[in-house]
């Protein structure tokens, strides 16, 4: 990738590699230009070698918070570790797909009451497989409640082990309270999930 600036000090993985005021304000630059945040580690990477730095860098220049990128690094260091110094886009593609560089978004009380539900329900379907429980984590910290919302329904089989009234009661109250969505595929999809939902409850009375 041309014209990257330098990375700062090298530091491991997970400590806090302190990439310099340049090397972020690039990395923003490139955001902003429309290139993915896994393309910009593996370019940042690339050029200087030090990862833990460019994966600081992106995650700066996105907004996430130091002790989230510190906790995500550092979590995966060992995997990290393991990666060829030719691999810098397949690191970034799994940075990405890890959530290292998702950005927490603060929810409003509303929001907030609709991702207390979602979780509720959740809790009461007795267990999601873990890739489908990490996609959810990640849609709850980015505040895409909508996607979670639709996610949820089709877990597993929408029959679930757990206690089923409350699932579809928790996510019948959720649905309600989530805002139109503006695409209209999207929301009839919501509105058919939700239609559904209230059928479970009604028939659970």
Known sequence: MAGIAGTGTTGAAGGRACPDADTVAQARRLLAEGQGSDAVFAGLAAHSGDRSAAAWAVCRALGVPDARVREELGRAAELIAEFGPDEDETLGELLE??????VPRTLDGREQEVLELLQAAGAALGGIRGG???????????????????????????????????????????????????????????????AECRRHTAEAR
């Open 132 to 194: 489908v429980w990490h996609g959810l984590s990640r849609r709850f910290l980015k505040g895409e409640l909508t996607a979670a919302f639709l996610l949820l329904a089709r877990q597993p089989g929408r029959r679930p082990r757990g206690n089923a009234d409350r699932f579809w009661a928790a996510l019948a109250t959720a649905g309600a309270l989530l805002p139109p969505p503006a695409d209209p595929e999207t929301a009839a999809q919501v509105a058919q999930v939700l």
């Open 97 to 102: 797909l890890l959530g290292v560089f998702d």
